[in-house]
């Protein structure tokens, strides 16, 4: 594994840790489809969130959270389409959320509700 993998996957640990801790439920982890992944499907007060978890060494080059760009929020979108139409919940409520992670120089998580918006995409 590499260091970024070890360092993915022990993102997406804690961000799942603080996600409990703030009330989420949590669903399932690494949903994949063929138009792309969603790292984390919980529910929050019975809406359906759609969580994209970043991990970054440092906030020396933006942060974690700049790194959501509008091309990572298509693929989301379109997992997140097909895992309602799948799970033949299209009638839920949906939110998607980001959840950032910094390393360095302390450990930083901070959840954004609602991070972009899925009107144009629908």
Not at 17 to 29: K, N, T
Request: glycine share 8%; hydrophobic share 35%; net charge positive.
């Amino acid at each position: 594994m590499t260091s970024t993998t070890v360092r993915g996957a022990r993102g997406e640990q804690l961000a799942v840790e603080h996600l409990e801790r703030h009330g989420y439920r949590i669903l399932e982890r690494n949903y994949r489809c063929r138009g792309g992944e969603i790292d984390v499907v919980a529910e929050e007060q019975g809406v359906l969130c759609f969580v994209e978890v970043r991990s970054c060494a440092s906030d020396a080059f933006g942060g974690p959270l700049s790194t959501v760009r509008t091309r990572k929020q298509q693929r989301i979108i379109r997992a997140a389409r097909h895992y309602l139409t799948t799970r033949r919940c299209l009638d839920r409520e949906v939110r998607f959320d980001v959840v950032g992670i910094t390393y360095a120089p302390e450990l930083r998580i901070e959840l954004v509700r609602g991070a972009f918006e899925s009107r144009s995409y629908w």
